[in-house]
């Protein structure tokens, strides 16, 4: 096996040039062999226990890919994440997931305080508030279903308004005029190739959880169906149970545990959030998260 870091980003325009210069001077720096160099494509070899580095952008000027570092000593897979780090200035975006936790420590360690906290709030309004009677069951809803969709957990003081939440993520995956069923919602993830335990619909939190992943899935359609994107609706989904159900645990991946943590922070400073407020941390949760949008909500 050994350790893993997946990697994608997207090249600034006219700076294909630049990014080969980078990678080809880092790695003579680092004592990498260089084993292959294109117009838009370069492969570099940090250590001889350690797989190949491969960076090859589309027409999009967009690439991914990933490393396994594990069986090299671990100095080299510090510098191979500090390799990616130093290559922010020449890309539009990049999104790291490194199964040490090496990336979010060194993100950590030289990045602002602000890069740990949720700063971006689309503004949202009472149009953007879904009530109850909104929405629709269809005629084969569960029990289940009706539960989840037909009342509002009472026995927690939740930090985000858990209707405001849920109805909003409803009314945007609705088939008109229904809301999705837990089975329907089942069907799309692990089409999708999400893993969905027959038993989580019976759990509220569970529920919420798949709803929240699958609503993030939609949300971000243009981003390609990758294992990062996956990875990073799965930790918005959890991250916004911990906001509305209070649900902790462990975590799950990088991202989840940033999430979690720029939540902690925000509940500490704003305290109990309105209907409204909840649907804009919702949205910055998701911006977060690395995901993109590719509508705006109706």
């Not at 930790?235 to 999430?259: E, P, Y």
Request: with cysteine; charged share 25%.
């Amino acid at each position: 096996m050994g350790i893993t870091i997946h990697y994608e980003g997207i090249v600034k325009k006219n700076h294909g040039p630049k990014l080969i210069s980078y990678v080809e001077d880092s790695a003579r720096n680092q004592g990498w062999q260089i084993d292959r160099k294109e117009k838009n494509l370069i492969t570099v070899t940090p250590h001889q226990d350690c797989e190949s580095i491969i960076i090859q952008w589309d027409d999009t000027l967009k690439f991914s890919g990933f490393v396994k570092t594990g069986l090299a000593p671990s100095e080299v897979h510090k510098q191979v994440v500090e390799f990616f780090y130093r290559m922010k200035p020449l890309l539009k975006q990049i999104h790291m997931e490194d199964e040490s936790g090496y990336w979010l420590e060194y993100n950590d360690k030289v990045s602002n305080p602000s890069d740990k906290e949720l700063t971006y709030f689309p503004a949202r309004s009472e149009k953007d508030l879904i009530d109850s009677g909104m929405l629709q069951m269809p005629p084969f809803a569960t029990d289940d279903d009706r539960n989840f969709w037909g009342t509002t957990p009472n026995y927690i003081e939740p930090f985000m308004d858990v209707a405001a939440v849920r109805n909003r993520m409803g009314y945007d995956l609705r088939n008109e005029p229904y809301v999705l069923t837990a089975m329907e919602i089942e069907e799309g993830l692990v089409m999708e190739g999400f893993q969905v335990r027959a038993e989580d619909w019976e759990d509220e939190i569970f529920y919420f959880i798949h709803l929240a992943t699958w609503w993030a899935w939609n949300r971000s359609e243009g981003m390609g169906a990758t294992k990062m994107r996956r990875d990073k609706c799965i930790a918005f989904g959890w991250a916004l149970a911990r906001g509305c159900h209070g649900f902790g645990g462990g975590f799950l991946n990088q991202t989840h545990r940033r999430a979690h943590i720029a939540l902690d922070l925000l509940e500490q400073k704003e305290g109990a959030l309105s209907a409204i407020r909840s649907l804009e941390v919702m949205e910055s949760l998701f911006d977060f998260c690395g995901l993109r949008c590719r509508l705006s909500p109706s």
